[in-house]
Every structure is written in C-alpha cells, then in structure tokens.
C-alpha cells in the first residue's frame, strides 16, 4: 500500500501496512528531513496527530487510505463535540448533515475554540455542537471521528459565549 504524505508543502511517497504505518527512516529520506525531525512533530504535546511505534509513524485521524486502527484509547466520553466550518457551506450542512467530504471521517472536537479555527480556515467560521449519540470514536486526546452527522443532531454555538447552551 503506497502512503502519499503532504508534509510543509511537499509530497512524499512511502509505503505502508494495513494499519497506516510507514517507516519514519523512508518517510524522512522521501521528505528530504532527518527523522528526529519527524519524531518532533510526532510528539508535539500541542496536536496529538501522530503515533510512533518501532522505527515507524502513522496519523491517528485523517487517513486516505483504508487502514485499520485498533482500537484501545480509552479516554472517556466528551462533555460537548463541536465541528468547524464555514458560513458558505451552512445551507448545505442543514440538508446533509456533517459528512467526511474528502477525508474518511468526520472530525469533532471537544473543544470550541479549536473548531472556530478550523471553520476559520475555510471562510466566515460557523461552530456546531453536536448532540452525541455514541457512535463517535476518539482517536486522539480532544478528537473524535463519526462516519456523518445528520442534521437533526446539529445547533449552531456562538463559542464566544461561556455559558453552556448558548445558540441561536
């Protein structure tokens, strides 16, 4: 299974097994980086996207390909799971619900304000709560995925207001 990477504006190209992990020596070698470098962004405490195991590196979330993530992270069920996005595509949103567009999954958050970034890298950001209902799976700590949010689930937040449950 071939791996394609978009790393600081560049593509590198390595292989990978079923469960999405490539070799970080041919990974930086194709990068044109010394993998301590890689490793440092592995362990970033900031962003939790990575995971290191026996000399190779993989994504937690946000794979293309079909790779298979065992299960195992036990971190409890979230208190809230906000999504990102932006105005231009709430209309959409309302028909359709939340769905992964180019990725495998849909990406929540248990936090407000990282979902105002995201939207905000798409455009006028619109924050949406979401009702849980149990079918989302955490994959890092303060990610979830779900396979697609209807939109019956969906309340628009304004994240600037601290109290819980604001909306309009």
């Not at 070799?23 to 962004?41: F, G, N, P, T, Y």
Request: hydrophobic letters at 45%.
């Amino acid at each position: 299974m071939m791996l394609q990477l978009h790393f600081n504006n560049r593509v590198a190209l390595s292989t990978c097994n079923r469960p999405g992990f490539a070799s970080m020596e041919d990974l930086a070698r194709s990068l044109k980086v010394d993998s301590s470098h890689l490793l440092a962004i592995a362990e970033h405490p900031g962003e939790p996207r990575f995971e290191v195991r026996d000399g190779r590196i993989r994504a937690l979330y946000g794979h293309t390909l079909d790779v298979v993530i065992e299960a195992g992270i036990k971190l409890g069920a979230p208190t809230a799971l906000y999504h990102g996005s932006s105005w231009s595509v709430l209309d959409r949103i309302v028909r359709d619900g939340v769905i992964p567009m180019e990725r495998r999954m849909v990406h929540l958050t248990n936090v407000a304000e990282e979902a105002m970034a995201v939207g905000e890298r798409k455009g006028a950001p619109v924050v949406l709560a979401i009702e849980q209902s149990n079918d989302e799976t955490p994959v890092a700590e303060g990610i979830w995925v779900s396979a697609h949010v209807l939109p019956h689930r969906l309340s628009i937040i304004n994240p600037f207001i601290e109290e819980a449950g604001a909306s309009r």
